[in-house]
């Protein structure tokens, strides 16, 4: 079985350019989640996706980020504008269902520089 | 606000003695994850608890759930280098039906042979 998968795994940008990161879940699972980890610090939740729904964006910055979860096709996580403060380690997770053990199992990342 | 401290932050061990990380909240957790990374990596999943009390063996790995459903401990009997890298804890809840996990900063393990 194939993991999550994230591409890409590192992304330069430059400030006011846009950032596209994309996100395969575990075959089968159906919930999507995006973390975010800044240096030093914990990661820390942004947005749940179902398939066409975005159910929690509560940890996502209101400006410029934007999540969707496509029937077909991956998860895409959009910073428009770009600024340094978003250099950091994005992790998608999936997982079969919510409720019980709310196990996720995390992608690789993808790093996130802004120059 | 739900928050995870992980103690402690940085671990040095030599290869063969046993070591015990710990994670505290003030908040009750429907479950509680822990995952190990490795630099450059993402979080991989170790076990899940859910029952208060409740203790996983995992090889040399043990980890026990509070009676409260607050904390957690992992356990490591005779550690291997292997067992170096970043531990976290996760929690969700409360309410069985929450999917926001909170992460703990983790615990940084050097196992030197």
């Known amino acids: 079985n194939a993991g999550v998968m994230q591409n890409p795994r590192h992304l330069v940008r430059r400030r006011g350019q846009e950032a596209r990161l994309r996100c395969s879940p575990v075959?089968?699972?159906?919930?999507v989640y995006w973390y975010r980890q800044l240096p030093e610090e914990g990661l820390k939740f942004m947005v749940y996706?179902?398939?066409?729904?975005?159910?929690?964006e509560s940890g996502m910055p209101k400006e410029r980020f934007s999540a969707e979860f496509p029937k077909e096709g991956p998860s895409i996580l959009r910073i428009q504008q770009v600024v340094r403060g978003d250099s950091a380690a994005y992790f998608c997770?999936?997982?079969?269902?919510?409720?019980?053990?709310?196990?996720?199992?995390f992608g690789p990342g993808t790093r996130l520089t802004v120059l | 606000t739900q928050l995870l401290e992980q103690s402690p932050q940085f671990l040095s061990i030599q290869e063969g003695e046993n070591l015990t990380v710990y994670c505290n909240s003030s908040?009750?957790?429907?479950?509680l994850q822990w995952y190990r990374q490795e630099p450059g990596e993402g979080p991989v999943l170790l076990v899940t608890?859910?029952?208060?009390?409740e203790v996983k063996k995992l090889k040399r790995l043990t980890f026990q759930f509070g009676d409260a459903r607050k904390d957690s401990s992992l356990h490591i009997t005779a550690a291997q280098t292997g067992d170096t890298g970043l531990y976290l804890c996760?929690?969700?809840?409360?309410?069985?039906?929450?999917?926001?996990?909170?992460f703990g900063k983790g615990t940084k393990l050097s196992v030197i042979p």
């Open positions: 075959k089968g699972h159906s919930h």
């Open positions: 996760a929690g969700a809840g409360p309410g069985a039906g929450s999917y926001q996990l909170t």
């Open positions: 608890v859910v029952t208060g009390g």
């Open positions: 997770a999936s997982s079969p269902q919510t409720g019980g053990r709310n196990e996720q199992f």
């Open positions: 996706l179902q398939k066409e729904n975005i159910i929690d």
């Open positions: 908040s009750v957790f429907s479950s």
